[in-house]
């Protein structure tokens, strides 16, 4: 399957969480900001860069000429990425376009 994007909204909202175990005693306060740490980073690593333009699964699969299932299964497999435009709703799916245009271009790299 392939790879989900957390927003540094969702990353700061998980971490917030983490505040009551601290107090609680049930997760230290270096685990705490351990795991604030992983969030954070993992938003940064999965944002789309700001000036690629996102293009929805119907679009990509008119630039690559096939179907939006074949879209789907490359998005399974991680050819291409998802961008969601808000996490937790599928209609938000988007892909960027710099990736179909590198498919379209033959610079492919599964």
């Known amino acids: 399957m ?3 994007i957390i927003t540094e ?7 917030s969480m983490a505040r009551p175990l601290v107090k609680a005693g049930a997760l230290s306060e270096s685990q705490a900001e351990g795991a604030t740490m992983v969030l954070l980073s993992a938003a940064k690593s999965t944002r789309a860069p ?7 699964v ?3 699969a008119e630039r690559l000429a096939c179907s939006k ?9 991680g050819v291409l990425t998802r961008c969601y435009l808000r ?9 960027p376009e710099r990736e179909v245009r590198r ?8």
């Open 2 to 4: 392939g790879s989900a």
């Open 9 to 15: 909204d969702t990353a700061r909202t998980l971490a």
């Open 50 to 56: 700001a000036q690629d333009g996102l293009i929805t």
């Open 58 to 60: 119907a679009e990509a």
């Open 69 to 77: 299932g074949t879209v789907a299964r490359m998005l399974d497999d």
């Open 87 to 95: 996490p937790g709703k599928h209609k938000s799916l988007r892909i």
């Open 103 to 110: 498919i379209v271009e033959g610079r492919v790299e599964a």
